[in-house]
């Protein structure tokens, strides 16, 4: 039976919060979150009394659930890298219709408190077909990009899926590196999209033979034009975490971060924004056959690779445990919110799915000591309460209950 009001499932927190718990305490938290025809959830409303969140239950109790609706709450298609439909999969309504889902959050950042919404609305066309659309409001009124949510709340998210990221995945990877420079770039996640727009227009006009060579040379203008601003913003971001040396936690390994690519290394070698672009754009137009045959663009900011280095071994990624890996995407995560807080900025709400219970008892311990020095709010899943023993100060306690 699927969960349609779940208020009667969040008890009072199994553990008192300490003094200093507060929604102004923490630089930027979810106070209230309402769910509605979100996978396993009719309906949800959590209130967080400004603190981080622990949800606890069995397997398919609907925890991750509740952090993939956070991860809506931003660019991108949610921690799950899901289709629009596929949060709505779980949710029929008893008429057989499809209405759509939402995601509603209240923001607390800096004092000010915004309400933001994300989901998908059905509509009749013209032609009395249905059509589904992405929605994202702010204060209540719709605004024209999904992008825009980013002003207003950043989400960075740690999953079992990204295990081994560090060493296996490189868009992941890539996409992992791109979400934490969203805060300081509120403008990259807009060209992001913008360039896999361009991306694909060009891929399909190759595809079908086309040889508009206006149309295709100025998609190329404009992907070579993105791929420099994406490039540049990826190279200052690691400049940026590297000269702060915020890697505070002991216990857990330092890493050493670059940026690879044709546009990341003509950077490098100091040529000047105009001869990149000039560059890239030939590169493009040469292999027009080539990208047409393999169906695989060969040129552009997609391409780039962020590698890293454990510093305390001086190896890649690639060789260390996959523990090691896990505690070294956490260690990097923390680091980009000590940078954050360095530069005033708002920092993200972190989510930590099914991350904890693989951490030894003093990586635990240290973790959530740092979440409580930085004042950031972090969700976290498990399904042993016993592991956020010395997380009973900064988090509160939800229980989770089954569903079909």
Known sequence: MLQENVAHVLPEGQYPLSDHSSSQYLSQAITELKLLNFRSYDTLSIRIPGASAVLVGPNGSG??????????????????????????????????????????????????????????????????????????????????????????????WVTPHMDRILGEGLTDRRQFLDRMIYVFDTHHATRLAQYDAALRERMKLLRLGRTDDLWLTSLEEKIATLSLSLGVARIEFVARIHEMNCWQMSSFP?????????????????????????????????????????????????????????????????????????AMLLSIVIANTRVLLAQNKPVPVLLFDEVIAHLDATRRAELFAEIDRLGVQVWMTGTDISVFEHAKCIAHFITTGATN
């Open 63 to 156: 925890k991750t659930n509740i952090l993939e609706a956070i991860s809506w709450l931003s660019p991108g298609r949610g921690l799950r890298r899901s289709t629009l439909m596929d949060p709505y999969a779980q949710n029929k309504s008893t008429s057989g219709s499809l209405e759509g889902w939402g995601v509603h959050a209240t923001v607390l950042s800096k004092g000010i408190v915004t309400k933001l919404g994300s989901g998908i609305s059905h509509r009749q066309s013209a032609c009395g077909t249905g059509v589904f659309r992405r929605m994202a409001s702010v204060d209540g009124s719709y605004v024209r990009s999904i992008s825009q949510l980013n002003e207003y709340l950043t989400v960075q």
């Open 254 to 326: 330092r890493a050493i971060l670059f940026v690879e690519g044709e546009i990341e290394d003509m950077l490098d070698a100091g040529h000047s924004a105009t001869f990149i672009e000039e560059h890239l754009r030939g590169l493009l137009r040469r292999a027009r056959d080539l990208d047409a045959r393999t169906g695989v663009s060969h040129h552009g900011a997609h391409r780039s690779n962020l590698r890293v280095i454990h510093a305390e071994k001086n190896i890649p990624a690639t060789q260390c445990s996959t523990g090691e890996q896990k």
